[in-house]
């Protein structure tokens, strides 16, 4: 009698990195349009994740998040990639009100980086399907923020905060900035994704609605 096993994909530690700097420019992307942060005709409609996704056409915006990416995965300056070196522990994508710069959603991006991976060099193994299936549960979950966040009813702006490790040099198209926090904020969790090398952990927080309170 035939027996089947799951074929597992052999992760490097550099392919685990693309894994994650591209998931973070889809997540930014769907966030800004499904709080709509951004008008909706200037986003393209794309596949990936076997799911419809939307890209910004914005060429300001396009540029900011490319270099994002770029930046988590390619840092030239110091020789060595923040993903790579596990030197990453979260991205955290901040909402704010155009008008008064109050902050009131943070998207929270937590990151556990394998070290033995990072310090000998090894592989790990997992099917491609499975991260793919992951995460696809939390673009399903950004999609459908409007039904468990309340709704930006102004004019926002986004800002994107890294948090690293204290020994990286920070380059020159970033700056040191305050941690953007909400004061009693309500949270939800969201769905995780795994390469076996990185863990990228979800979480949204945002502030309270007034009217909910009395």
Known sequence: M??????????????????????????ANSILYNRGVYPEESFAKVKKYGLPMLLTQDEGVK???????????????????????????????????????????????SIETDSDVVEKGVSREKSDREIMREIQAIMRQIA?????????????????????????????????????LIANPQMVKLHSFDTKIHKVDTLVSYKNDEWDEQ
């Open 63 to 109: 540029s900011f998040i490319t270099n994002l990416t770029a930046q988590l995965s390619e840092n030239e300056i110091v020789g060595k990639e923040w993903l790579e070196a596990g030197k990453l522990q979260r991205v955290v994508m901040v909402i704010m009100s155009k008008a008064t710069k109050e902050v009131l959603e943070r998207w929270n991006f």
């Open 144 to 180: 459908s923020s409007i039904t468990y966040l309340p709704c930006l009813d102004e004019p926002c702006v986004f800002d994107v905060l890294a948090y690293t490790d204290t020994d990286v040099p920070v380059p020159f198209t970033w700056i040191e900035s305050d941690p953007k």
């Open 2 to 27: 035939a027996s089947r096993t799951v074929a597992k994909d052999i992760i490097t530690l550099r392919g685990s990195a693309a894994i994650v700097s591209e998931f973070f420019g889809y997540a």
